[in-house]
């Protein structure tokens, strides 16, 4: 079973950025795409940004693009959104996912892994 750790989250005001960054056990991070999603309250889960084993592919929905860009570290092994000009309607709990794929995907049935998510609220 992998596990996967997200971090960084917390209260930030519109307008500010913040950098969730997220660890995943084993070969996880190494051998599989990883992956941002979000849930707002009262809302579905939504898909945000993945991206690929080696860093190379990346893939967006609607939310991700723009204001928010996805990234590995692999000198500290994780996978960070960064996510800049926030808005009131981005308070969500962000979970990581990692994948079964080795390549960037926007199909959230691919992803078997999750953290226990982390709460991003943003005041206006």
């Known amino acids: 079973q992998v596990q996967v750790e997200e971090s960084g989250g917390g209260l930030v005001q519109a307008g500010d950025s913040l950098r969730l960054s997220c660890s995943a056990s084993g070969r996880a991070f190494n051998n599989y795409a990883m992956g941002w999603f979000r849930r707002a309250p009262g809302k579905e889960r939504e898909f945000i940004c993945s991206i690929g084993r080696l860093g190379r592919s990346t893939a967006c929905g609607d939310i991700g693009r723009g204001r928010f860009t996805i990234s590995k570290d692999t000198y500290r092994n994780t996978v960070d959104l960064q996510m800049n000009s926030l808005k009131p309607e981005d308070t969500a709990v962000y979970y990581c996912?990692?994948?079964?794929?080795?390549?960037?995907?926007?199909?959230?049935?691919?992803?078997?892994?999750w953290g226990q998510g982390i709460q991003v609220t943003v005041s206006s």
């Open positions: 996912a990692v994948s079964t794929l080795t390549v960037a995907s926007m199909d959230a049935s691919r992803f078997g892994s």
